[in-house]
C-alpha cells in the first residue's frame, strides 16, 4: 500500500467552481499534514498545514479525519491560477522529520 | 519574504563525474533537508541534517552521497560518482524546527547525468 494515495486525476473545472481532493496515509504515527502545490518543473509551494480541527486560508479549506486517516482539500471559486499539482503531504516524527509526498493531483481551471 | 536559494539552476554533467549541489537554507533555519524528484514521479526525501549532523536519510541515500554544511550559510550535496539513474530535480529545504515546522522549498537544481 502506498504511504500517501491521491487520485491523480486531471480535473477539469471552469472557472468559479468548487472542487474537492482526497487523500489518504497509510502510516497511522502520522502526525503533521500538509497541502503543497507544484507547478510544472518548479518546487513544490506550501499551501497550508492541515489540523485536525480543519482550517480555512482564504477560498482553501483543510481537513483531516485522523480516524479514518483522510485529509481533504476544498477550494472555492476556481481562478485560472490555481491549475497545478496539489501534493498532499505528510510527516512523522518517528522518521525524523522527513515528508512523504503523495504523487499529487491535477487540477485544470478553464475560462 | 526570506527564500531558499539553490545553485545552479542546471547541471549536465558525465555518467562518474561528481557533482557538487548547493544551497542556501533561510537564514534562521536549523534544519536542512535534500529532496529529489525524478522527472514525472513523486518527490522523495533524500536526507535531513540538523547541528552538522545526518539526522535521517533514506534508501536512496547510498555511499555516493555526502551533505555537508561548510560554512554558516550554505548546505551542499555531493554525488561522488553520477549514475544515468540520478538524473532528476534536487531540492534544498529548511525549516525552524522539528515537528508540525513547515518545510520550505528551493527553487530546485535540475541534474542531468549524460
Known amino acids: 500500500r502506498k504511504e500517501v494515495e491521491q487520485d491523480p486525476g486531471p480535473f477539469n473545472v471552469p472557472e468559479g467552481a468548487t472542487v474537492a481532493f482526497n487523500c489518504t496515509y497509510s502510516n497511522s504515527a502520522s502526525q503533521s499534514f500538509f497541502w503543497y502545490r507544484q507547478d510544472c518543473r518548479k518546487e513544490p509551494k506550501l499551501l497550508m498545514s492541515v489540523y485536525s480541527s480543519g482550517n480555512e486560508d482564504g477560498r482553501f479549506t483543510a481537513q483531516l479525519n485522523r480516524a479514518s486517516q483522510y485529509i481533504s482539500l476544498l477550494i472555492r471559486d476556481s481562478k485560472l491560477s490555481d491549475s497545478a499539482t496539489y501534493l498532499c503531504?505528510?510527516?512523522?516524527?518517528?522518521?525524523?522529520?522527513?515528508?512523504?509526498f503523495g504523487a499529487g493531483t491535477i487540477l485544470r481551471v478553464k475560462s | 519574504e526570506p527564500e531558499v536559494t539553490q545553485t545552479p539552476s542546471h547541471q549536465v554533467t558525465q555518467m562518474g563525474q561528481e557533482v557538487i549541489l548547493r544551497c542556501v537554507p533561510i537564514?534562521?533555519?536549523?534544519?536542512f533537508y535534500w529532496y529529489r524528484q525524478i522527472l514525472g514521479q513523486k518527490v522523495e526525501f533524500l536526507v535531513s541534517?540538523?547541528?552538522?549532523?545526518?539526522?535521517?536519510k533514506s534508501e536512496i541515500f547510498d555511499d555516493q552521497f555526502s551533505v555537508e554544511r561548510p560554512d554558516g550559510s550554505n548546505f551542499t550535496l555531493k554525488i561522488r560518482s553520477t549514475k544515468l539513474e540520478d538524473s532528476a530535480m534536487y531540492f534544498c529545504?529548511?525549516?525552524?524546527?522539528?515537528?508540525?515546522?513547515?518545510?520550505?522549498f528551493g527553487p530546485g537544481t535540475r541534474l542531468t547525468v549524460t
Open positions: 541534517f540538523y547541528n552538522n549532523e545526518i539526522s535521517e
Open positions: 503531504v505528510v510527516m512523522s516524527m518517528e522518521y525524523g522529520n522527513k515528508l512523504v
Open positions: 529545504a529548511s525549516s525552524e524546527g522539528l515537528g508540525g515546522y513547515e518545510q520550505y
Open positions: 537564514s534562521n533555519h536549523l534544519y
